[in-house]
Nanobody, 124 residues
């Protein structure tokens, strides 16, 4: 049974940092991603990483502030979030992809499994 378990969300002031973790189990994946969904908005791409080569991809809105990384020995993906802004407030979801089309990793449809999400709130 595949499980993606996120942790690390919380409340932080603007300018602060948080690190999200996503622990994956049940099978191996080709890539992992983070998406976020604010109230009343669609679920948007944040970042993605391939398991094998460690190639990374970021949404323009988080480039230079967020860093995605992986620990293959722990089957865990991290999202380090720095210089947080109130507009980063959202539920953050971890997702796992079995596909190999890295150009499509910013698309929700490329992912086969999803976690339940973790809330990130950034106060001004």
């Amino acid at each position: 049974q595949v499980q993606l378990i996120e942790s690390g969300g919380g409340l932080v002031q603007a300018g602060g940092s948080l690190r999200l973790s996503c622990s994956a189990s049940g099978r191996t994946f080709n890539a992992m991603g983070w998406f976020r969904q604010a109230p009343g908005k669609e679920r948007d791409f944040v970042a993605a990483i391939t398991w094998s080569g460690g190639s990374t991809f970021y949404a323009d809105s988080v480039k230079g502030r967020f860093t995605i990384s992986r620990d293959n020995t722990k089957n865990t993906v991290y999202l380090q979030m720095n210089s947080l802004k109130p507009e980063d407030t959202a539920v953050y979801y971890c997702a796992a992809s079995l596909g190999r089309r890295v150009s499509r990793l910013p698309q929700r449809s490329e992912y086969d499994y999803w976690g339940h999400g973790t809330q990130v709130t950034v106060s001004s």
